[in-house]
Structure formats: structure tokens, C-alpha cells
């Protein structure tokens, strides 16, 4: 599948921004959201990384089932603006899944909390992320210190971690060392799992999520250097992977990052059937074509690079 494919669904999108901007509703717009469709669909919130003049969100996807957005991976800066723009529901999301903590994957997490006070959400909400280290807090002591009744940042919203309001939102430390995977959900026919990988000293984890027979498999940030992706990714219907560097990126950049050559290489081992390239940053934007070059030395199919607000169905 390639961006061209896709355009039509970027259109709505971009015209129910343009419709916003005026004041009108958006509606129509997103009533044509191509992932509230029936069926299984990757629906890209933000396709950028930590930049603001990427004009791209912070990293955030939606998994959509049968016109419900049922996985919620990532929540950088901006993606919950085009969550809203998707005409996703609060109430739908089965659990959010954090590859890690870094800013442009986490930060909209205080907005969708203060927002689900004016949904109709009743059930408890999982957030999945990477346990800690000395860089970072596992992902429940990051939810105590955003939310937590004593010290937290926010802590006027602690009563979603008390059981005082609608629904209790549950953080869950996943580990992030060694090279096992971990099944976290096993529900309703959708399975989520989680492997530690490489992203420099930060505790970082990638996301395979399995609805029926088909897989959505999510990389975060990583430089590949744990060789476990390859395993988590294995005949994934489609693989969405971080592009944040260009071939020749060396040092700190390339020990948090992995170049094309190495996405190209684990969606081949994986034998993907679909790969969407995003986290996209200024130094790969423009260098589509040398990126695919690199990619193409070991994976043969379909290859997109993703824009905000995409959807990238799965074949039925
Ligand atoms: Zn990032």
C-alpha cells in the first residue's frame, strides 16, 4: 500500500481541520474516517517525533475493530488532537499500550485523563509501559507522579487512581530487560504482547497487538541492537517502525535509533506483509527515496512513509 492509497483518508482528515479552524463542525469529515470501517485498521495519530516544525504529532496509533478504536499505542504531543479528529471514543480504548516514556510518546496522557471526565467511559482503563531504571520511573510510579493523591503533578485528578470515579485507570509496569516477550491481554480475541528493545539507556518496549488472526506490530523507538523485534514482528500483517535517523547517523543518535538498512533487514527476517514508516524527523524527511533504497535491500513488499491522521486497513 502506498501514501497515495491513503490520500483520500488524509483529505478528510485535513478537511476537518480546515472546517475546525473556521468554527464549523467536522462532522462530515470524520463521519468518512476510512478506520470506522468494518474490519481491522491501523489508524496513525501522529507520525512525527519530539520536533515542532515537523508539522507532525508526537508518535501515537490507533488499532480500530468494526468502527471501535479498541488499542491505543503511544500518546505524544498532538495525538490526541487527531484521536479527536478520528472520531475515536474514550470509551471504546481496551488499553493503552507506552513503548516508553520519552515526552513525544507520553506526553497527552494528563489530556486524555482530564478528558475522560466528560465521556461516558465506566470501565477500568490499562496503561502498559516499560518498568524503570536510574533515566527513567516505571510506568506506574510516571502514573503516581503525574496523578498521585500526595505529590502527584495533576493530583486533582488522583481519584482516577482510587476507584472514587467512573473507571480506575490501571498503570502496569511490563519488563523491559532480557529479550523475552510478555503477553499482557488475552481478551475477547485481541492478544498484546510486549518485548524489551534497544533505545539507548531508556527502558523501552515494542507492541505486537493480535485481533483474531491478524497482527498490528508497533516498534517504538529502538536501534535494534536486542534482536527481538524480528521475533515479535513474524508474519505481522503489518509492522509500523520507527524512522528517526538516515543511514550515516552514528553516536548517541544511532544507539536510540535504527537506520533503514536495519528496518529493512528485520521486516524481511519478519516477513511482514505491510510496512509503515513513521516517526519521522527533519534529518529523514526529504530522503524518502535514499531511505527506501536501504530498505529494499532486504524487504520487498508494500512500504509507506505515514502521515498524521492515515489509515492502513488490514486485507480481510
Ligand atoms: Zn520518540
Redesign the pocket.
Known amino acids: 500500500m502506498t501514501s497515495k492509497t491513503n490520500s483520500h483518508t488524509w483529505i478528510a482528515a485535513a478537511a476537518a481541520i480546515c472546517l475546525l479552524s473556521v468554527g464549523l463542525s467536522p462532522g462530515p469529515a470524520v463521519a468518512a474516517n476510512a478506520c470506522t470501517a468494518p474490519g481491522i485498521h491501523l489508524q496513525v495519530l501522529g507520525s512525527g ?2 520536533e515542532l516544525d515537523d508539522e507532525r504529532a ?2 501515537g496509533y490507533l488499532v480500530w475493530q468494526d468502527g471501535r478504536a479498541r488499542v491505543l499505542v503511544d500518546m ?1 504531543a498532538g495525538s490526541l488532537l487527531r484521536f479527536e479528529q478520528a472520531g475515536a471514543r474514550i470509551e471504546d480504548i481496551e488499553a493503552i499500550l507506552l513503548t516508553h516514556l ?1 515526552v ?2 507520553s506526553a497527552d496522557l494528563p489530556a486524555l485523563v482530564k478528558a475522560s471526565f466528560f465521556s461516558e467511559r465506566s470501565t477500568d482503563l490499562p496503561v502498559y509501559g516499560p518498568t524503570g531504571n536510574r533515566r527513567m520511573p516505571a510506568t506506574g510510579a510516571f502514573v503516581q507522579a503525574l496523578f498521585g493523591d500526595d505529590n502527584g503533578a495533576w493530583r486533582y485528578l488522583g481519584s482516577y487512581l482510587t476507584g472514587e470515579e467512573a473507571y480506575r485507570l490501571r498503570a502496569v509496569d511490563v519488563p523491559a530487560e532480557g529479550k523475552e516477550s510478555q503477553r499482557v491481554m488475552d481478551r475477547d480475541g485481541l492478544r498484546l504482547t510486549a518485548v524489551p528493545v534497544h533505545h539507548g539507556p531508556i527502558p523501552a518496549l515494542a507492541w505486537r497487538v493480535d485481533i483474531g488472526d491478524r497482527a498490528l506490530v508497533f516498534s517504538g ?1 529502538m536501534n535494534g541492537d536486542n534482536h527481538t523485534l524480528e521475533g515479535l514482528a513474524a508474519g505481522a500483517d503489518l509492522l509500523v517502525a ?1 524512522h ?1 535517523i538516515p543511514e550515516e547517523a552514528r553516536g548517541v543518535a544511532r544507539n536510540l535509533h535504527m537506520p533503514p538498512s536495519v528496518i529493512g533487514r528485520i521486516a524481511g527476517e519478519a516477513s511482514v506483509k505491510q510496512l509503515v514508516l513513521s ?1 519521522r524527523m527533519r534529518r529523514t524527511l526529504g530522503r524518502e527515496a535514499e531511505s527506501e533504497r536501504y530498505i529494499r535491500r532486504h524487504y520487498a513488499g508494500p512500504l509507506a512513509f505515514a502521515e498524521d491522521g492515515q489509515c492502513f486497513s488490514l486485507p480481510k
Request: overall charge negative; proline content about 8%; aromatic content about 0%.
Open positions: 517525533g519530539p508526537s508518535s505524544g520519552h513525544d510518546h523507538d520507527h528517526a516517526h
